[in-house]
Structures are given as structure tokens and as C-alpha cells.
């Protein structure tokens, strides 16, 4: 809020628009630390109370990757001293604690294979590199919504235009699936369902199994070949709509498709609505903010924040996890999910860096870089977790 003051409050200021920005960049900063703080203070105190470090399940983990971006957020201000920086990375960092608590929040007890003090080495580091690397996809972001011009009409700064806006409509997506389950667990909706499997043992054996799946949100899918066991009404539809398909294995499949599903309507429906507000493009709209801004100190910042962030991920999440991993499980590397992905991340920024230092990627491609990788970010440590089975699967729960 205090950044947005700093950011928007400029034509109404009395002072000029640099001590304006100067004046409430400073307060916004002291309140960040002290949000900060706060953070730090809650993960002591749930390490005290748990008897272990709190990084061991999704809640836990993306709390604490919040809190890490805050950490490089304040570290990378303090270098460069943009404020509207804090306008970009701060709302990335509500948006993770807000994602984080739609997971269960009980302090769990460590399975055996977590009982380790490489659990505290490698999580910590490896998501400490993950937020830098946020800070570089808010500050990538940034370099685009301050240079691609909404006012042309040339194919390529069409092109330029949708895809800005669709990196904008993700993220209107990913708020409206946080919005989305809390309204209905508020609400205390519930459908559960009964699903039966045929299993098939080497021997030929046929077995049937029954598994109940449990729905926060109103089914629009129900899981294949399974019964409704209690499906409250919705708008005043009593029954799911369509059974999903039969080649979408595992009992989940189905929740996670509505899930998806739901995220994506509520998504078209808030996007909609901003789109009415401000009856212009979500990036029309914020580009005027952008006006006074150096593009090329925000290409700066954001070339500067993934080149702090790779070594300490390096370190966390191919090192630290080949070690912990040679130690739990007497290999140091099984192509596991995450454990590729973790790969493909590290090659990625690998190849960002080349790009950047060795063929002269400034500016607009850089940008692009910045804001993929994130994304690439995101889904090694969400959708491995959740889409794909694993050893590091137990991250989910």
C-alpha cells in the first residue's frame, strides 16, 4: 500500500514528483522491514513450537519462500533504491503467503527421510536463489510494461501486447484460484465422492479398490467411474456436470482438473471485470506508471538480482540435494521429478546468463527471459509437487 502511495500519489503531491517518491519510498521500505520482521518472528516461533525447521510441507515452504523473497527484495532496494520495485515484488509475495495457506497449516511431524540437517542446507539455499530470481521476474516484468507501447498498432507490437497481457492475465488467474478456494471453504461447501479402481496384479489377479475424493469447490468433473456421496447444490445445480476422462490416472486427477477449471473461469470473470474498470488493457492501464522510470537500471536490476540468486541455487538445489540424496537414499541422482526439474531450472538460468553475458541479450529479450524463467520456477516447485508422483511428493501433503 505504501509503495502504491509512493508510486501513484505523484500527480497529487504537493512536493515534486522525485521528493514525493523519495519521502514515501523511505517509509515503504521501513514497513517492509518490519513486515519482515513479522515473517521472521512467525518462522522462529513455528521452529520453537514444531521442534523443526518449517520448510517440510507446502505451506511451510512457501511461507518461507515469501519470506526469502522479501529478504532479496530488501537486499536488491537497498542497492538500487527503486521504490516501484516494491509495487512489482511485494503483491508476488502476498500472493505466495495467500497461496500458501490454502494448504493445510498444522505443524506436521518430519518423516524419516526429512530427518536430516541437509533438510535445513539445502531447502534454505535453494529457495533463497528461487527469490532472486522472483525479484528478477518482478523486475523483467517491469522493463516490458515500461517499453512495450499500448499505443501501436505495427504486427509486432501486437505481439509484444498480448503476450505482456497475458502474462498479466496469469497472474489475475492465479489470484482468482486464491480467491476461489477460500470463498467456498468460507462458505463450507463440501462434495465427496466415491471412486473405484480395478487394479491388475503380474499374477492377473483383478482387485477393486475404493477411494474417497473430497471436493472444496463445486464439482464441474467428478472423478471416472466414482458415486456422489454428498454433493452440496451450487446455483442450483445438484450434480457434476461431466465425469472425467478415464486416461486421467490417480484418485486426484480429477479435483486438480476442477480446481484448474474453476481458476480458470473465475480468472476470465475477474479479468473481465477489470478490463471494464479500467475499460483498457490491464498493461495500458499500468504503463503510465512507468513514466520517469530508467528502463536500463530496471534491466539492471533484473540481469543483477538472477545473478545473485543462481550460485545460491546452484548450491541448494543440485549440490546440497545431491549430497542429502547420496546420504537418504545412497545415490546421488535418480531422475526423480524434482530432481529433473531442478536440472532444467539451473540450465535455464544457465542459459539466460550465456545469453545475456556472451551474445548481447539486453533489454526486451532479456525481460522475456526473466519472466519464463520464473514461470519455469514456479512449476518445479508447484506443479512437481502436485501434478507429478514422486520421491519429493510428500512436499504436497
Not at 513479522?38 to 514444531?50: A, Y
Not at 518449517?54 to 530488501?74: C, D, G
Not at 520495485?85 to 505466495?96: A, E, R, S
Amino acid at each position: 500500500m505504501f509503495y502504491g502511495v509512493s508510486a501513484l500519489g505523484r500527480k497529487w503531491s504537493n512536493r515534486s514528483p522525485e521528493e514525493h517518491v523519495r519521502r514515501w519510498g523511505r517509509i515503504a521500505y521501513g514497513v517492509s522491514i518490519l513486515g519482515f520482521a513479522s515473517h521472521v518472528t512467525f518462522f522462529i516461533t513455528r521452529w520453537i513450537g514444531g521442534g523443526h525447521i518449517p520448510t517440510s510441507n507446502m505451506y511451510e515452504f512457501m511461507t518461507f519462500l515469501a519470506m526469502a523473497i522479501m529478504f532479496a527484495f530488501i537486499v536488491v532496494n537497498a542497492i538500487y533504491r527503486k521504490p516501484l520495485l516494491g509495487l512489482f515484488t511485494l503483491p508476488l509475495t502476498v500472493i505466495i503467503v495467500a497461496y500458501a495457506a490454502v494448504f493445510p497449516q498444522e505443524v506436521q511431524p518430519l518423516i524419516p527421510a526429512l530427518q536430516s540437517i541437509w533438510l535445513k542446507v539445502h531447502v534454505t539455499t535453494a529457495a533463497t536463489g528461487e527469490a532472486f530470481f522472483a525479484v528478477g521476474f518482478a523486475a523483467g516484468l517491469m522493463y516490458l510494461l515500461r517499453t512495450v507501447d499500448f499505443k501501436k498498432t505495427s504486427p509486432q507490437a501486437r505481439r509484444e501486447q498480448r503476450w505482456v497481457e497475458f502474462t498479466l492475465f496469469v497472474i489475475v488467474v492465479i489470484i482468482a484460484f486464491i480467491g476461489s478456494v477460500f470463498s467456498f471453504r468460507g462458505a463450507g461447501y463440501e462434495a465427496t465422492f466415491k471412486q473405484e479402481n480395478v487394479v491388475i496384479d503380474d499374477k492377473g489377479i483383478e482387485s477393486t479398490t475404493t477411494e474417497t475424493v473430497e471436493y472444496s469447490l463445486p464439482p464441474i468433473f467428478k472423478p471416472f467411474n466414482s458415486q456422489d456421496v454428498l454433493v452440496e447444490p451450487f446455483l442450483g445445480v445438484k450434480k457434476p456436470l461431466m465425469e472425467t476422462p478415464s486416461w486421467m490416472k490417480g484418485v486426484n486427477a480429477a479435483r486438480k482438473l476442477n480446481t484448474i477449471t474453476w481458476s480458470i473461469i473465475n480468472g476470465a470473470i475477474l479479468y473481465g471485470l477489470l478490463r471494464l474498470v479500467l475499460r483498457k488493457r490491464i498493461g495500458a492501464a499500468i504503463h503510465p506508471l512507468m513514466d520517469g522510470i530508467d528502463e536500463d537500471d530496471i534491466d539492471e536490476i533484473s540481469y543483477r538480482a538472477i545473478a545473485i540468486g543462481y550460485p545460491i541455487f546452484m548450491l541448494g538445489a543440485l549440490i546440497f540435494a545431491m549430497i542429502w540424496a547420496y546420504i537418504a537414499w545412497s545415490r546421488f541422482w535418480g531422475w526423480d521429478p524434482k530432481e529433473v526439474w531442478a536440472l532444467i531450472t539451473w540450465l535455464y538460468y544457465t542459459a539466460y546468463l550465456h545469453l545475456r553475458l556472451s551474445r548481447g541479450w539486453h533489454g526486451s529479450k532479456s525481460a522475456w527471459l526473466a519472466v519464463i524463467g520464473f514461470v519455469v520456477v514456479m512449476f518445479t516447485l508447484i506443479g512437481v509437487n502436485l501434478v507429478l508422483v514422486g520421491l519429493h511428493s510428500y512436499a504436497g501433503v
